[in-house]
């Protein structure tokens, strides 16, 4: 044969070689990645896999794999329906994977993209659940999955779910929901993700009038592994905004803007600090305009290693069928043996905020507490906990809302006939309470700063006897309360 000729065929032939060892070799590796995956499945608390198989071809392979509801929620449901008399079918549902082997998976589609894998997911419904599917999605595929699969195990998941026009039986109510899409990225191991899903909202309306609208919605998260099996990070969802509105009575109209809320996790070397935030922008009801609203709280100084053991031993509980007062048992054994080491490496509870903007002012609390030295003899003296718990809270009210507030139960407790005598009441009694220093009037908010730290209390700066109190902490006979009288000044503590 002419040598010419003769190259071309050896390169062609050595390249179709080449690529189906490689497909033969990626195809490996991907079995062997789904075999983890589910590994990683069973490990969760309130899942199973009861039914596996995986078919393996040489460019391309299927899998088919059943989950079962288990674990305390599998029990919970079981007597749930039988406390009905009604038989508990299983909660299972099976997944169906298409999968075409690397190095170039998606050669069909056009993409020359590499990677071990291109994977589509089917999700095989139950004849029940496919029926309500239908009636919502039509002839629409309710839910699609695609997953490349990189070179190194790596994956992004893309994940959508189709618009719907639905109207509710009898003409009550049309319902517009304008679909989701997201992509979901993970590390080889699952050690890692990040996600993001995003729908451009909801809208419904009423045969009377009545129009819902929900806005954008965003959900998002960062998380990794950390302190062997616990995953922390970052997780959140945001709405742009929900309007309730009623032509016939617009006094009941309703608006919400920005609505966010948010988790995030970070490690401080062997410990780990956690903050929730949720917050609303504004808050639009009965022709008056609320807002911004917080609720920002943290756990602080949480030592990683311990929190791990902790975590993994309430996962293995949650994933026993017991019942429930069973469970409880086992739990309160649990927190003991992990509770208090991590109470004895003093972490801190934190309101860092919560707050309300109202007409009258903005209203806010914040505080703290957490306790020195736990050392776990506490849990048999409970009262020795006073000596080394170190807290406080301070509280800013706007002047007005107090009073009135305070003046309306005050009129309802006494059963005043006129407003005006409670709310002269209230006024005396806000003066007193100015005048011994518990508050203070700035502009037209009342505050005041609460401090407990060495079984002693202070406020805004000013010790506060507590004799009876004291007594019982050293052990002594409590003595006899003395005379009302104004605190003493002192210093006040330096707070942490």
Same mark, same amino acid.
């Given at each position: 044969m002419n040598k010419k000729i003769l190259l071309p065929v050896v390169v062609?032939?050595?390249?179709?070689?080449?690529?189906?060892?490689?497909?033969?070799?990626?195809?490996?590796?991907v079995e062997a990645?789904?075999?983890?995956?589910?590994?990683?499945?069973?490990?969760?608390?309130?899942?199973?896999?009861?039914?596996?198989?995986?078919?393996?071809?040489?460019?391309?392979?299927?899998?088919?794999?059943t989950v079962a509801l288990s674990g305390t929620l599998a029990y919970s449901y079981r007597q749930a329906l039988q406390t009905y008399g009604a038989e508990a079918p299983p909660l299972q549902l099976t997944v169906?994977?298409? *999968?075409?082997? &690397?190095?170039? +998976?998606?050669? &069909?589609?056009?993409?020359?993209?590499?990677g071990r894998a291109s994977v589509d997911t089917d999700v095989v419904w139950p004849d029940e659940v496919k029926k309500a599917l239908t009636e919502v999605f039509g002839d629409q595929k309710p839910l699609t999955i695609h997953t490349l699969v990189g070179l190194? &195990?790596?994956?992004?998941?893309?994940?959508?779910?189709?618009?719907?026009?639905?109207?509710?039986?009898?003409?009550?109510?049309?319902?517009?929901?304008?679909?989701?899409?997201?992509? *979901?990225?993970?590390?080889?191991?699952?050690?890692?993700?990040?996600?993001?899903f995003e729908s451009e909202g909801l809208n419904a309306s009423g045969k009377n009038g009545e129009t819902l609208k929900v806005g954008k919605i965003t959900f998002t998260g960062d998380n990794q592994r950390a302190f062997d099996d616990l995953m922390i990070g970052k997780a959140g969802f945001n709405i742009a905004g929900i309007t309730f509105a009623n032509t016939r009575?617009?006094?009941?109209?309703?608006?919400?803007?920005?609505?966010?809320?948010?988790?995030?996790?970070?490690?401080?070397?062997?410990?780990?600090?956690?903050?929730?935030?949720?917050?609303?922008?504004?808050?639009?009801?009965?022709?008056?305009?609320?807002?911004?609203?917080?609720?920002?709280?943290?756990?602080?100084?949480?030592? &990683?290693?311990?929190?791990?053991?902790?975590?993994?031993?309430?996962?293995?509980?949650?994933?026993?069928?017991?019942?429930?007062?069973?469970?409880?048992?086992?739990?309160?054994?649990?927190?003991?043996?992990?509770?208090?080491?991590?109470?004895?490496?003093? +972490?801190?509870?934190?309101?860092?905020? *919560?707050?309300?903007q109202l007409p009258e002012g903005e209203a806010k609390i914040s505080a703290r507490a957490k306790i020195n030295g736990f050392d776990g003899s506490e849990i048999q003296q409970p009262m020795s906990l006073l000596q080394k718990l170190d807290a406080g809270i301070d509280i800013v009210f706007p002047e007005k809302i107090a009073h009135d507030l305070a003046a309306k139960s005050l009129g309802a407790k006494l059963g005043l006939d006129s407003n005006t005598d409670a709310a002269a009441m209230v006024e005396q009694q806000i003066e007193g309470l100015l005048a011994q220093g518990f508050v203070v009037r700035s502009g037209k908010a009342l505050s005041t700063k609460a401090v407990w730290k060495a079984g002693k209390l202070f406020v805004n700066g000013k010790e506060i006897p507590l004799p009876m109190l004291l007594g019982g902490l050293n052990g002594a006979a409590p003595a006899a309360p003395a005379a009302p009288a104004a605190p003493a000044p002192a210093e006040l503590p330096a707070s942490e």
């Open positions: 062609v032939a050595a390249a179709a070689v080449a690529y189906t060892g490689s497909a033969w070799w990626l195809g490996g590796k990645q789904n075999e983890a995956y589910r590994t990683f499945l069973n490990k969760q608390a309130y899942l199973k896999v009861v039914k596996s198989e995986y078919h393996r071809g040489l460019f391309s392979s299927t899998s088919e794999w169906r994977e298409t *999968i075409h082997h &690397g190095p170039f +998976p998606m050669i &069909g589609s056009g993409s020359f993209m590499p190194s &195990g790596e994956g992004k998941m893309e994940v959508s779910s189709p618009a719907f026009t639905k109207q509710i039986p009898n003409g009550e109510a049309t319902i517009q929901w304008t679909g989701l899409k997201g992509n *979901i990225t993970y590390a080889p191991d699952y050690s890692k993700n990040q996600y993001l009575a617009p006094q009941q109209n309703v608006q919400v803007d920005n609505i966010g809320y948010s988790a995030d996790a970070t490690v401080q070397g062997d410990f780990l600090d956690v903050a929730v935030k949720l917050g609303v922008e504004k808050i639009a009801v009965m022709g008056k305009s609320y807002g911004p609203a917080h609720y920002d709280v943290s756990l602080n100084h949480l030592h &990683g290693p311990t929190l791990s053991k902790l975590s993994n031993a309430l996962n293995d509980l949650q994933k026993q069928e017991v019942a429930p007062e069973q469970l409880q048992g086992m739990m309160i054994g649990v927190l003991m043996q992990h509770g208090i080491p991590l109470l004895k490496q003093t +972490p801190e509870f934190r309101i860092d905020r *919560i707050s309300l």
